[in-house]
């Protein structure tokens, strides 16, 4: 399965999540890539869009790998396995916290500048992003979800590799996928355009969905 650009890939993934019965359910897409995808999955389940902030936190020898991640309300979590089984002292996690978190600020003063951050407690969050190639920024964002107070933790994404899939079970309460080939190779292999999001288009997004412009 191929998709044309995200806005078809979210169309799809919204007609099969519009068959699903949610309740209280918030979508939250993942910067940037991941917005424009939730926000037809948004709009086809007639559900509030929002973005996830979170910004990973990867070993320092293995940067792709997450030992943890940060993200607004003051939500830092730690995969204490990942710590220990790389050796990655109580410094090393602080400095790469730190060097994370600029990055991090940057983005919650862009994104939040019109659109308030909505409350996870208690709901049904789908997170979603454009696909997944190692699956550390989705187990990281799940993550974040979980320990924002949400109660059912739904990711969803149009294409993933199967092993990245089964890998996030744990994490998730369900995953919703609509592809899982192999063999994968990469996730814009699977798009006809898939062309970088801006920041422009992410806070564009935001502000229709809040109607702040049409």
């Known amino acids: 399965m191929r998709f044309l650009d995200r806005v078809d890939a979210g169309k799809?993934?919204?007609?099969?999540?519009?068959?699903r019965e949610f309740e209280s359910t918030i979508v939250v897409g993942l910067p940037r890539g991941g917005v424009p995808v939730a926000?037809?999955?948004a709009r086809r389940i007639g559900a509030p869009l929002d973005v996830i902030v979170v910004r990973k936190l990867g070993v320092p020898a293995h940067p792709e790998v997450a030992?943890?991640?940060i993200s607004e309300?003051?939500?830092?979590?730690?995969?204490?396995?990942?710590?220990?089984s790389a050796n990655v002292t109580t410094a090393a996690f602080?400095?790469?916290e730190q060097r994370e978190r600029t990055e991090f600020e940057r983005r919650i003063e862009l994104f939040r500048k019109e659109h308030r951050r909505i409350s996870l407690v208690g709901k049904t969050v789908i997170v979603v992003d454009d696909g997944i190639a190692t699956g550390s920024t989705a187990r990281a964002a799940c993550q974040v979800a979980a320990a924002g107070g949400a109660i059912h933790v739904v990711?969803?994404?149009?294409?993933?590799?199967h092993s990245a899939v089964i890998g996030l079970a744990d994490v998730t309460d369900e995953i919703v996928c609509l592809a899982t080939p192999?063999?994968?190779s990469a996730v814009g292999k699977w798009y006809a355009d898939f062309a970088q999001t801006s920041d422009e288009e992410v806070v564009d997004l935001l502000r229709r969905e809040t109607g702040i412009a049409s």
């Open 12 to 19: 799809r993934l919204g007609e099969v999540l519009s068959t």
């Open 39 to 41: 926000f037809e999955v």
């Open 67 to 69: 030992m943890g991640a």
């Open 73 to 84: 309300g003051g939500i830092r979590v730690i995969d204490h396995v990942v710590v220990a």
């Open 94 to 96: 602080a400095k790469v």
């Open 155 to 161: 990711l969803a994404v149009p294409v993933a590799p």
């Open 182 to 184: 192999e063999p994968f």
